[in-house]
């Protein structure tokens, strides 16, 4: 701490409006390999590595605009809330960082729920592309490409189901793991065996990720217009995982919705 309000005092002289400590140091959880993080609010935005007393030193440069957009916007909103509840303000001679922190202490999720079904509807589609990217390069042999479009994958589906589950949590070091306990097992083992966490063959790690998108796929039902319904039914098909031919609605929930944010 004694690092980061010194670093605080150097911003504020150079002109920062307010000066944060957020992540692992603010939550009280940090370990010997977790980095300073520091939000900085002015007029531009950045980011910058630094090495202060032993530790890495994460400087997000940031505006007051910028932030608040993030909480109106799918895709950050779970991670940019709880890491402004969790904030501690180090300089905040004006309030605005104190008025950032109250409006994620108000946050509701319902706010979000119209523009993030539109979010993930698009999401989930843009994805097929890459669903046809992996299963043309396991045919052809292309190991390397596969095991890209593999990771890719892999990765995604977590972060889709956080919006859908309106789950918060802040860092993405734990994302995988804390979507996966609160899925179905068929979904988890896809995930784990997709992320290598699993011991499987090559082959096996791919089609754990076409699999892994068919089932997001199923469960994120609801949030599809027929368009896009039609697009990703044709390309979980042609990857080997056919979608039923009638998805309910009640599908849609892979799990229930996280109540930390009420």
Same mark, same amino acid.
């Given at each position: 701490?004694?690092?980061?309000?010194?670093?605080?005092?150097?911003?504020?002289?150079?002109?920062?409006?307010?000066?944060?400590?957020?992540?692992?140091?603010?939550?009280?959880?940090?370990?010997?390999?977790?980095?300073?993080?520091?939000?900085?609010?002015?007029?531009?935005?950045?980011?910058?590595?630094?090495?202060?007393?032993?530790?890495?030193?994460?400087?997000?440069?940031?505006?007051?605009?910028?932030?608040?957009?993030?909480?109106?916007?799918?895709?950050?909103?779970?991670?940019?809330?709880?890491?402004?509840?969790?904030?501690?303000?180090?300089?905040?001679?004006?309030?605005?960082?104190?008025?950032?922190?109250?409006?994620?202490?108000?946050?509701?999720?319902?706010?979000?729920?119209?523009?993030?079904?539109?979010?993930?509807g698009r999401e989930l589609t843009g994805w097929a592309e890459e669903v046809q990217k992996l299963t043309r390069s396991m &045919?052809? %042999?292309?190991?390397?490409?596969?095991? /890209?479009? $593999?990771?890719?994958?892999?990765? !995604?589906?977590? +972060?889709?189901?956080?919006?859908?589950?309106?789950?918060?949590?802040?860092?993405?070091?734990?994302?995988?793991?804390?979507?996966?306990?609160?899925?179905?097992?068929?979904?988890?083992?896809?995930?784990?065996?997709?992320?290598?966490?699993?011991?499987t063959s090559f082959d096996q790690s791919c089609e754990a990720a076409l699999?892994?998108?068919?089932?997001?796929?199923?469960?994120?039902?609801?949030?599809?217009?027929?368009?896009?319904?039609?697009?990703?039914?044709?390309?979980?098909? &042609?990857? %080997?995982?056919?979608?039923?031919?009638? /998805?309910? $609605?009640?599908?849609?929930?892979? !799990?229930?919705? +996280?109540?930390?944010?009420?």
């Amino acid at each position: 701490m004694s690092i980061a309000r010194i670093m605080a005092r150097t911003f504020a002289r150079e002109g920062a409006s307010a000066v944060v400590l957020a992540g692992s140091w603010a939550r009280g959880d940090a370990h010997r390999w977790s980095d300073l993080d520091l939000w900085v609010v002015g007029r531009r935005e950045g980011t910058e590595i630094l090495f202060r007393g032993g530790l890495q030193v994460s400087v997000h440069r940031t505006t007051v605009r910028k932030e608040r957009s993030r909480f109106d916007d799918p895709k950050n909103a779970w991670g940019a809330v709880p890491g402004w509840r969790e904030a501690v303000l180090l300089h905040d001679p004006s309030g605005v960082a104190g008025r950032l922190k109250g409006q994620a202490e108000r946050f509701r999720p319902e706010r979000l729920r119209r523009s993030s079904s539109r979010y993930l509807g698009r999401e989930l589609t843009g994805w097929a592309e890459e669903v046809q990217k992996l299963t043309r390069s396991m &045919a052809e %042999g292309d190991h390397e490409t596969a095991a /890209v479009q $593999r990771n890719l994958l892999g990765n !995604a589906m977590a +972060a889709l189901v956080a919006v859908h589950l309106e789950m918060p949590y802040g860092t993405e070091n734990a994302l995988w793991e804390r979507v996966g306990a609160r899925m179905s097992p068929g979904w988890r083992r896809a995930q784990r065996r997709a992320l290598g966490v699993e011991a499987t063959s090559f082959d096996q790690s791919c089609e754990a990720a076409l699999e892994l998108y068919a089932l997001t796929a199923g469960g994120l039902w609801a949030h599809l217009i027929p368009l896009e319904r039609r697009l990703v039914k044709s390309t979980c098909r &042609a990857c %080997g995982h056919p979608l039923p031919s009638f /998805v309910p $609605r009640t599908r849609a929930r892979l !799990a229930e919705p +996280a109540r930390d944010l009420k």
